[in-house]
């Protein structure tokens, strides 16, 4: 049987397959309220009828000062549950599971309000300087990721997937380029692992189902974590239940990245090694024999597809025809899916 279409059991919530529709920002609710809207709806059922396993919404944000545009996609207040749930009905409908990505930008927040970042250090020359986070700011912040995990279950979601990486807020603390705070949450590996730590406690405390991290397996500059730091990240959050890492890259500071089939690999395949925990692939996986070489080889549990279920919804179907193997249509498609 192909791996790709063998279910998985997370935590007793089971994926008919190892195919994850990788979080994507749409920049599409209306401007400045957070909102699911029709457009949200089609585009993540779409990928359900066309059996991907596990839908996963785009990056949410858990503050509105956390979101990266006006336009992102937000479950700070009781207010955006409704549309969540409606979302949830139509994805587990057509059976398929789903996960909300929760996130905070931090100081890549493109927003006219006060930002925020561990360190006041802009992104680059045309972003703006972010305020360094108080103890105080740093605790309503964590409590935003304990709302929004209530909120998240309220709404049905079956997995929550914590966005730890490409130099979003929780990133900037974890890396020794944006933190450089001599509290507790900054100086050494162990301080900066505090905030995610506690990010995931906090969680814990409301939400009982499988819990993803999202991580920059490589910053890809010389004094960024190290794949020893990374290890030790790992490590911790297998300690405190976390469930599987989503290993990505990149985006802390600004870097140059050679891209090529499955360039995040290597250090997904190692982390899943070194800390006995399932790992999800993510980058350039465009086809089914690709995807399948992965899981049989063991390099990792799940795949992340992203650009490539942009590109066509039936993506589960053509990589299922090219490795031989027959998937079953939608109830309604049966008579056009051969
Ligand atoms: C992304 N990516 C991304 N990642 C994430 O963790 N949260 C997000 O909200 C987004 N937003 C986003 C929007 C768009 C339009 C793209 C193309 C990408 C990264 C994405 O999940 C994935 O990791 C990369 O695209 C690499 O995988 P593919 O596209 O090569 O399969």
Redesign the pocket.
Known sequence: MAKLFTPIDIKGITIKNRIVM?????YSSMEEDGKITPFHLTHYTSRAVGQVGLVMT??TAVQPEGRISAQDLGIWSEAHINGFQQLNKQIHTCGAKSAI?L?HAGRKANLESTIYAPSPFAFNERSKQPAEMTLDDIKTTIDAFKNAARRSKEAGFDMIEI?G??GYLINQFLSPLTNKRNDAYGGSMENRYHFLSEIIEVIKSEWTGPLFV?ISTDEYHEAGNTLENIFYYTNRMKEQGVDLI?C?SGGVVPASITTYPGYQLKRCEAIKNEASIATGA?????SGIQAEEILQNNRADLV???????RNPYWAKAAADEIGYTIDAPTQYKRGWK
């Open positions: 990788s979080p994507m920002c749409m785009e990056a990505q996130a966005h990486a490409h999202r989503d990505s993510v980058g350039l996986i465009t992340f597809i992203g650009r490539s279920l942009l």
